[in-house]
Structures are given as C-alpha cells and as structure tokens.
C-alpha cells in the first residue's frame, strides 16, 4: 500500500514565523504535490514536483515556496506565516503513468495549519 | 479552463439504500477521473479510478459510471453503510501532465 505520511496533524504558528510542512512518500514516486484545502474552495493546488530539485507553481503558488532534495520528501515552505494561510495542507503523490497519461494522486492524512 | 464539479453539496439517505454521486467536467480532453472518500480530519482516501476508454468500472460496492458524450460521471454506492458516511468528491486529469483538476465535493449522510 501506499503511504505517504506529513509531520504534524496539526500546528500552531504565529504571524510572521517560517513554518515548515513536511511529506514523506515510501512508493519511489516521481510526482508530488501540495494542496491546500478550504471550505467552499475545494483543494486547491500550490506547488508540485515531478523529480527531485525540479519544482513548477501550481494555482495559488503565492506566499509558498516547495524543496524536493530527495525523491521521498517534498517540503512545502511558508516564509512568513499569514493569518489567511490557516488552512488544511494535503500533500499527494503519484506514479508519473508513462506516455503523458495522469495516474493515481494519493494522500496524506493532512495538517491543520493555524496562523495567529 | 477546466473544471470539475458535483451536483449536489449534500445527500441523505438511509442505512441500506443505493447512493449516487454526480459529477460533471468541462473538459472533453480529460482522459482519467478518480473518486475519493474523506472523512472528517483526515486526507482523501482514493476509492475507484477509470479511464475514458471506459464506461463503467466496479469495485467492492461502489461502481463508477463515465458518460463522455454528456462529460458526466457518477459514483454508486450499494447498500450503504454508516461508515460510508463521509465528503466525496471527484477528479479529473487537466490538460498537462499529471495534474488533477478536484470537484469541491458531496457530503454524504447515512441515516441508521
């Protein structure tokens, strides 16, 4: 089974304070990517990767940055923590399914992320 | 662009009903559509997957139909449970390389 596991459930951060997310996949896969998750927005996506070092901006990539130097890690980065960044982070990662072809993003169980 | 949505924020149902799920895209180019179950605090579960060289797709209780003349795809659920009680939502592959583009979802409630 897959399994992709984030640092912490939940956190507690303050305005202004670097905070750093952290997503560990255990499958070798080449893709990965963050979200984040709001009431009424759905998942929205902020950063992805399809190899290590390599990073492209996804929807909301603002206020975020991402580093990828091993293949099983992925952290996302928020420089200087805002109170509208409070939010549910999801981090998923996929196969990346041969010829173009999109494959299965799985997840991790999230973190809670509250900027005071 | 493209985008992904479901039809109906909530559904209600009673304890050993069928449910069903609606979907509907935008984009004809799509070729890959995923559902998931997430229950509350806890990251989406992936449930059942299908490709557009597809119309129909079975799992353990769940089936999942694609109609792309209509852009259309719906989840079914058999004999629904109290543990099936949870927000899901769809996925479909976007126009580059792997991404997904996510519906915001439909909060399934069973009734015992």
């Known amino acids: 089974d897959v399994k992709v596991t984030q640092s912490s459930r939940y956190l507690v951060k303050r305005t202004g304070e670097k905070v750093f997310l952290e997503c560990v996949q255990d499958?070798?896969?080449?893709?990965m990517f963050w979200y984040r998750q709001d009431p009424g927005l759905g998942l929205r996506l902020i950063y992805f990767?399809?190899?290590?070092?390599?990073?492209e901006k996804g929807d909301i990539p603002e206020g975020y940055s991402v580093s990828r130097e091993k293949k099983e890690r992925f952290s996302l980065i928020l420089e200087s923590a805002s109170t509208n960044q409070t939010s549910m982070y999801l981090c998923?990662?996929?196969?990346?399914?041969?010829?173009?072809?999109?494959?299965?993003?799985?997840f991790g169980p999230g973190t809670r992320l509250t900027v005071l | 662009g493209e985008s992904v949505g479901l039809h109906l924020p909530t559904l209600s149902v009673q304890e050993g009903d069928n449910s069903i799920i609606n979907c509907a895209y935008s984009?004809?180019?799509?070729?890959?559509f995923i559902w998931y179950k997430q229950e509350s605090g806890k990251g989406p579960q992936f449930i059942i997957d299908?490709?557009?060289?597809?119309d129909k797709r079975q799992g353990q209780r769940v089936t999942v139909l694609l109609n792309k003349t209509v852009k259309h795809l719906s989840l079914q659920i058999a004999a629904t449970q109290p543990g099936d009680s949870a927000v899901y939502f769809c996925?479909?592959?976007?126009?580059?390389?792997?991404?997904?583009?996510f519906g915001e979802g439909t909060q399934l409630t069973v009734n015992p």
């Open positions: 998923a990662s996929s196969s990346p399914g041969g010829r173009g072809r999109t494959d299965t993003q799985y």
């Open positions: 990767s399809y190899d290590v070092k390599m990073k």
């Open positions: 499958m070798d896969h080449e893709n």
């Open positions: 996925a479909g592959s976007g126009t580059s390389g792997s991404r997904l583009t």
């Open positions: 984009n004809s180019a799509s070729d890959y």
């Open positions: 299908i490709r557009s060289n597809m």
